[in-house]
């Protein structure tokens, strides 16, 4: 989607942390997710995070809102070869029943 | 995904052809929506429905026609396919109102090609 951005690739060493950005543009977003996509399957809820935090934490993810800036983060620690996916982040439109996409950046994870 | 169901799961087409793809859900959810993921694009919305009888244009629904006869079923034809509807479609689900942390539901996704 244009209002939402992400890097398309992505590459790390097993073991290593993964930072995965994004950027959106609407302001009045509420609830801001993390998607995972395998190859050849459909997309697996990661985590998502209301508008009026700024970090969440769920094992091994750490999601951080700079609502300022618009930016959000998905933290990946110890990353493992598992983690090799699409990730995409999403919002949704205040007032709206949508939900934007990113275009979804490609993790790859080396050994 | 439980409660999402989408058919079918591959489907090649020859250009110009028709066809429908299916999404039926048995959690009485009033929204209902269409996507299609194409790579470097991420998911771009086709179509949604905010309850029966009524359906809207989301930002790519050229080509594309739905109806939403029931809760249940939101169903999308493709009227005469072109090979650049080549992609994998979603279909979403959620209670009325605001997409809200995980209320959200997903197909598994239709890969369809158009040769």
């Known amino acids: 989607g244009e209002d939402v951005e992400q890097s398309l690739f992505l590459s790390v060493r097993e073991g290593d942390s993964s930072v995965i950005n994004c950027t959106y543009t609407d302001s009045s977003s509420t609830y801001l997710y993390w998607y995972k996509q395998e190859p050849g399957a459909g997309l697996q809820l990661l985590t998502y995070?209301?508008?009026?935090?700024d970090m969440k934490q769920d094992q091994r993810l750490t999601v951080l809102l700079n609502k300022k800036d618009k930016h959000l983060s998905l933290r990946i620690a110890d990353t493992q070869t598992g983690d090799s996916a699409i990730y995409f982040c999403a919002e949704s439109m205040g007032g709206g029943n949508k939900l934007t996409f990113g275009t979804g950046t490609q993790l790859k994870v080396e050994l | 995904n439980a409660g999402v169901t989408q058919t079918p799961k591959f489907q090649v087409l020859k250009t110009g052809q028709s066809m429908t793809l299916q999404c039926a859900q048995d959690?009485?959810?009033?929204?209902m929506s269409w996507y299609r993921q194409d790579p470097g694009m991420g998911l771009r919305l086709i179509h949604y429905s905010v309850g029966a009888g009524i359906t809207d244009q989301g930002e790519v629904p050229n080509g594309y026609n739905v109806s939403r006869s029931t809760t249940e079923d939101f169903p999308l034809r493709l009227l005469s396919a072109a090979p650049s509807q080549t992609s994998v479609y979603f279909c979403?689900?959620?209670?009325?109102?605001?997409?809200?942390?995980?209320?959200?539901?997903f197909g598994e996704g239709s890969w369809l090609t158009v040769v």
């Open positions: 979403a689900t959620y209670p009325t109102g605001e997409p809200s942390g995980n209320t959200i539901y």
């Open positions: 995070i209301f508008s009026n935090m």
């Open positions: 959690m009485n959810h009033e929204y």
